[in-house]
């Protein structure tokens, strides 16, 4: 296997997940994922020789995700889990339960700026550091530091509004 094609591999999932958190809707991120890879296997030889091609393909895919928002003005009122859930749950009510808990989660995120929406992903389901995070979406270090603390505090401020978590 040759090296674009291992890193291709290596984020293929991250990009959708990325998309996915964009634009809302499953078939818009796997078209905003084949769109960077088309685009990107154009470029293959300039990515190899870059010092962080996943940064740089998580970047285009933000901006191709963006792009496909504004210009197709897509909407989803409901939003496709990205990722399999980090818990364990024995029963129908606790499965539910969660379920449910993270449908108001996801919901009130789209309250949140897109800069800090991005950020927050990244950080929490991505698990990049803030580094990466600057790289792939073009911001500096301490944009990156305080959009992940005001859309936390958002957030934080939105669950204890509506009741979702008790303080």
């Not at 958190?21 to 990107?40: G, I």
């Not at 009510?93 to 993270?102: G, V």
Request: charged share 30%; proline share 4%; glycine share 4%.
């Amino acid at each position: 296997m040759d090296q674009y094609s291992s890193i291709i591999t290596s984020v293929r999932d991250r990009l959708y997940r990325l998309a996915l958190r964009v634009v809302n809707d499953a078939d818009e991120a796997e078209d905003v994922v084949q769109d960077v890879l088309v685009k990107s296997w154009k470029k293959r030889d300039q990515i190899v020789g870059l010092d962080n091609p996943p940064a740089w393909l998580m970047r285009m895919t933000k901006h191709q995700a963006i792009d496909r928002l504004r210009s197709a003005k897509v909407r989803c009122a409901r939003e496709t889990e990205a990722a399999a859930p980090d818990f364990v749950a024995h029963t129908p009510f606790q499965i539910t339960a969660t379920n449910d808990t993270l449908g108001h989660i996801h919901r009130l995120l789209q309250q949140l700026p897109p800069d800090q929406r991005s950020v927050l992903h990244l950080r929490e389901v991505e698990g990049m550091d803030y580094k990466e995070i600057a790289e792939a979406t073009g911001l500096s270090l301490s944009q990156v530091k305080t959009y992940l603390h005001r859309g936390r505090g958002k957030l934080r401020g939105l669950l204890l509004q509506q009741r979702i978590v008790e303080s």
